[in-house]
């Protein structure tokens, strides 16, 4: 297909990904799980000005009756995900009870993760929906947790 070359819808061409946990005592445990990640691109997709040869309708890498590269209108923001957890394992149950908090998303951020991409219908009419936010990061959110060790 034309216009086709560029980055993939997936691409993320910077990551950082940090995985670490410490153990302050015998009864405390803290852990992350940080992502740091740059914006996915950004295509316009819509109908071929001359003609559609392969009956895909307005899924053609043209916007505006003008081609449009894969990924050339940009790029989505960068996201940053920050996860903490803690676990407590008191002595006096033997170590065999375990506390947990896990927070994701400590810092709230919902940035957008993706845009609607096609922007004509199959009449070259542009579509409402151009480059309107699809998904987003997932909301901060806790999650506690109990667990007894059953193992002998």
């Known amino acids: 297909m034309e216009n086709t070359n560029g980055p993939l819808a ?4 910077h990551q ?3 995985l670490g ?5 015998p009864e405390w445990r803290l852990s992350t799980v940080t992502r740091i990640a740059s914006g996915t691109p950004i295509s316009c997709i819509g109908q071929r000005p001359l003609g559609d040869p392969f009956s895909y309708g307005a899924a053609y890498f043209w916007c505006g009756g003008q081609p449009a590269p894969r990924g050339s209108y940009g790029r989505n923001p960068w996201t940053y ?3 903490v957890s803690a ?3 008191p002595a006096f149950f033997n170590h065999k009870v375990t506390f947990s908090a896990d927070v994701f998303n400590l810092l709230g951020k919902q940035r957008v993760t993706q845009v ?3 922007c004509e219908n199959a009449s070259g009419v542009q579509s409402i929906n151009c480059f309107r936010p699809r998904s987003f990061q997932d909301p901060r959110y806790v999650r506690l947790g109990a667990r007894y060790d059953f193992s002998l």
Do not use: V
Request: aromatic content about 20%.
């Open 10 to 13: 997936n691409d993320q061409t």
């Open 16 to 18: 950082l990904r940090i």
């Open 21 to 25: 946990t410490y153990q302050p005592t």
């Open 81 to 83: 995900t920050f996860n």
């Open 87 to 89: 676990a407590w394992q």
């Open 116 to 118: 609607f991409e096609t």
